[in-house]
């Protein structure tokens, strides 16, 4: 690529960034933090090696966080508003008839107590029982893409039942105890409300449960959602365990493919599909 190739990409990259900011604009109060979102996106997307305010202001050159901490902090925006936008513009550049949400959920470690939802329990983040908070997402992703358009943040039944708690951290008085499968229930039918093209929904086997399950056949959605070893599964009239089930399945009826790159390389995994007998077809 040469430089007149170079500049004509960024030049468009630059016309469809500021699309996109104007298209936010209209969700913020004032003019300054409307100014500081797109400087604050700008240092998302840079090479910054942590994301938080401290280094996404430095790489930005500004002379300290104050300013993105105040966005994130303090400054007056529709939070949920931005949400839709954003979910509608992934929609429009991404969206395909057969897409697929992908409910995953992460952990952010603290040494403090202080923080909304933290609490010693577990995530695939840390890989053990940590003081962390924990967020379900919610991505969309086609073949022309993957990209997050949902988040809620799980709260653990104990702070609930500390009222000053919840107050001190901002928590609404009206919030209620939510499991980590009925949060992403709750954003899938966001999204679902909002029209975004989807068939499948994927999660792993924090989200494998029957309710769950139940509510998105009855959305007509496809899934994938992962169930432990030792989960029961009805066949030919008797409960076997998923371990048992697979257990008896022929070698030839597995095949080794990779879930995608990992931090050690290609992360492989044994698959088999079983069709129940007494269906014709498949449906999806």
Request: overall charge neutral; charged content about 25%; aromatic content about 10%.
């Amino acid at each position: 690529m040469d430089n007149k190739q170079e500049a004509i990409l960024i030049k468009g990259w630059r016309k469809s960034f500021n699309v996109l900011c104007a298209r936010l604009a209209r969700h913020f109060v004032r003019s300054e933090p409307r100014e500081q979102v797109q400087r604050y996106m700008l240092g998302l997307l840079s090479k910054a090696e942590r994301k938080n305010s401290w280094q996404v202001a430095e790489i930005m050159h500004e002379y300290g966080p104050q300013r993105m901490q105040r966005l994130l902090n303090t400054a007056e925006w529709d939070v949920e508003a931005v949400r839709d936008e954003l979910r509608s513009y992934v929609a429009e550049q991404l969206g395909e008839a057969d897409g697929i949400l992908i409910i995953d959920e992460t952990g952010f470690l603290k040494k403090g107590l202080k923080s909304a939802g933290v609490a010693r329990q577990y995530s695939g983040t840390a890989g053990r029982i940590e003081n962390q908070q924990i967020g379900v997402f919610l991505a969309y992703t086609s073949s022309r893409g993957c990209a997050f358009i949902d988040r809620a943040l799980y709260l653990p039944e104990e702070w609930l039942q500390d009222k000053e708690r919840c107050r001190e951290a901002g928590i609404p008085p009206a919030a209620t105890f939510e499991t980590k499968p009925h949060l992403a229930q709750r954003m899938v039918a966001s999204a679902l409300a909002a029209h975004i093209p989807a068939k499948w929904v994927v999660a792993d086997t924090v989200y494998g449960t029957d309710e769950l399950r139940l509510w998105l056949e009855a959305q007509g959605l496809c899934y994938v959602l992962t169930v432990p070893y030792t989960y029961n599964i009805w066949t030919q009239g008797t409960q076997v365990s998923a371990e048992g089930l697979m257990a008896d399945q022929p070698t030839d009826a597995w095949v080794r493919l990779s879930a995608g790159e990992g931090s050690q390389g290609p992360r492989y995994y044994d698959w088999s599909w079983l069709i129940d007998p007494r269906l014709k077809t498949v449906g999806c």
